[in-house]
């Protein structure tokens, strides 16, 4: 590979924040090695920024003091790569020689959101996850719109299996962004594995309505992505509710009308999902399988 | 043919050219030069918030989002309502507040920008940036009125109206000369206003040179917000619960008749029920 389309993939890697490890090592060194640094120019600070953390993520510590010990020297003293240097010493050294280091650093800047998330990040990486559900929930409660820290506060409620905080925090998340359907498919599903029934089938339902809004005619297209796993919710949700009706609802949403017709939808919308696959194809046998006995 | 008399009657030695209109101009491109640099060596760096005052100023932003999408929002009722509630309340009791809820019934005074030391801080920068506007002009006003007051300086090349009199010949009182010669004082001012483009151009954009900008704008030159508009956020987070109510009122949930649109969308109800 050539030194201007490695330059090229790594500049959209930054740009889409792709945390594509391992490629963009290898191309970075090939820069880093072709003295590509020259070129780029003030964009190179950032480039060395990027292989720095891809070089830590891969392990290759030495590429990684290379390209940190050139930040230093540009930047004395910027927080950007305190904080590098920081995610550095997270590496070989102790969890608690990290997180003194965070400290002294909140303790200079009291409102740096990258040195309080990386803090928070050791924490629970060290299991002390009640300090770390404070301290998000003391910077959430500063930087509202923080869509990443609700996303990460709803993942620690969900490993703990507290599954209510962990909607309400995704409902945070979904009024930062509401144009994003997979937010409200993680709503949908963290709504079922609540118990929380007709709200998730309301939300797996949202989601099939956001994404296909755009096209003109969805029944002659077959889903793909997430919609299938959208699809999929909904038949699951739907034939636990024509079982039983009167399923709990904490949040108190109304049953969706029409269930049988929506149930049928699921179904044929699945099946032409499955049933063009081979017959070898164990997974699509099971679905359709599943399927027919409903 | 009579103004063409006039203009050929009247012959400025070249030296004034040389060594009066040229350095007026000069020590005025110089003069802005050297102000941006001291403004920038007094420019300090924008004093770090602390975490309650974050808090504060990013309050509203709570209630602002939730409000932007109550009439067709992402969230289910009781979701809402929850948050909206526990909004309310926390606006009432001004747990946002910086300094923690308010005492008692003591009346809200609107805070004093002089006994704060932050504001107090913004204030003497914006001082200092004034002084440096404004000495150097008043040095060279004061440079050109006692050695060269008097001067005909440079005649324009297009002709203008008697209106124009008083601004182009201030500090000559000749009531019959041609509107086209410029006086020095004159010159000083068209300069003063008319060099902001050449520093754009020397210096870029953000330039702290233009005088005639922070003549408009006393005490707020350089600082972003005005110290003296220091706002009360008390009495905003208390008016803003009245918009949360207005929003819950105006609710209704995305979901609320989702699987119809569904439904329909995919044929399975006739468009029109």
Not at chain 2, 10 to 16: G, M, R, T
Not at chain 2, 48 to 64: D, F, G, N, T
Not at chain 2, 248 to 262: A, F, H, N, T
């Amino acid at each position: 590979m050539d030194l201007p389309s490695a330059l090229q993939k790594l500049s959209i890697y930054r740009s889409r924040n792709t945390r594509a490890s391992q490629e963009t090592f290898d191309k970075g060194l090939l820069v880093l090695k072709g003295n590509g640094l020259k070129k780029l120019g003030d964009e190179g600070w950032a480039f060395l920024e990027q292989l720095a953390l891809a070089a830590i993520d891969v392990g290759r510590l030495d590429i990684a003091d290379r390209c940190l010990q050139l930040l230093t020297e540009k930047f004395p003293g910027s927080p950007r790569v305190d904080c590098l240097n920081g995610i550095r010493k997270e590496v070989t050294e102790s969890p608690e020689a990290a997180l003194a280091y965070y400290n002294q650093l909140l303790e200079a800047d009291p409102v740096n959101v990258a040195f309080w998330k990386r803090k928070i990040s050791v924490l629970r990486r060290i299991g002390r996850i009640d300090e770390a559900v404070d301290e998000l929930i003391e910077l959430l409660d500063t930087f509202y719109t923080d869509v990443e820290g609700w996303l990460e506060l709803a993942d620690i409620y969900s490993s703990c299996h507290q599954y209510t905080s962990s909607l309400q925090s995704l409902s945070h998340v979904l009024l930062l962004a509401p144009q994003n359907p997979f937010y409200v498919l993680r709503f949908a599903e963290t709504a079922y594995t609540a118990g929380d029934v007709p709200l998730a089938i309301k939300s797996f339902l949202n989601v099939i309505d956001m994404a296909d809004s755009d096209e003109d005619a969805p029944i002659e297209q077959v889903p793909s992505g997430f919609q299938v796993r959208a699809w999929l919710g909904i038949k699951l949700c739907s034939r636990r509710l024509l079982q039983e009706r009167r399923l709990p609802s904490p949040s108190q949403t109304p049953v969706p009308e029409h269930l049988q017709l929506i149930d049928e939808l699921a179904t044929e919308r699945l099946k032409t999902v499955y049933a063009g696959r081979d017959k070898s194809d164990k997974e699509a046998h099971e679905i359709l399988e599943w399927l027919s006995r409903g | 043919m009579l103004s063409n008399l006039n203009v050929v009657s009247l012959y400025l030695d070249p030296q004034i050219r040389d060594w009066v209109l040229f350095p007026i101009t000069l020590v005025m491109i110089l003069v802005g030069i050297l102000r941006h640099y001291v403004v920038i060596l007094l420019q300090s760096p924008p004093k770090k918030l602390s975490r309650a005052a974050i808090r504060e100023q990013r309050a509203l932003v709570h209630s602002q989002v939730l409000r932007a999408t109550s009439t067709n929002s992402p969230v289910p009722e009781s979701f809402y309502k929850s948050i909206s509630q526990n909004l309310s309340q926390a606006f009432t009791a001004g747990t946002y507040l910086k300094d923690g809820p308010p005492q008692g019934d003591a009346p809200s005074t609107p805070p004093n920008p002089l006994s704060d030391p932050n504001a107090m801080d913004g204030m003497m920068a914006g001082m200092k940036t004034q002084m440096v506007m404004m000495v150097p002009q008043m040095v060279i006003m004061g440079w050109i009125n006692f050695f060269f007051q008097g001067f005909v300086l440079i005649k324009l090349p297009f002709p203008l109206t008697l209106g124009f009199k008083s601004m182009l010949q201030r500090g000559i009182e000749t009531p019959d000369m041609d509107v086209r010669w410029v006086s020095s004082l004159s010159w000083y001012f068209l300069n003063f206003f008319g060099l902001n483009g050449l520093y754009r151009l020397i210096l870029g954009g953000d330039n702290a040179a233009d005088a005639a900008r922070d003549m408009a704008t006393p005490f707020a030159a350089g600082v972003p917000q005005a110290p003296g508009q220091a706002q009360d956020y008390n009495k905003l987070l208390i008016a803003e619960k009245d918009n949360l109510e207005l929003a819950e009122g105006l609710y209704s949930w995305v979901g609320k008749d989702v699987e119809q649109r569904v439904l329909r969308r995919y044929g399975k109800f006739p468009p029109s029920s």
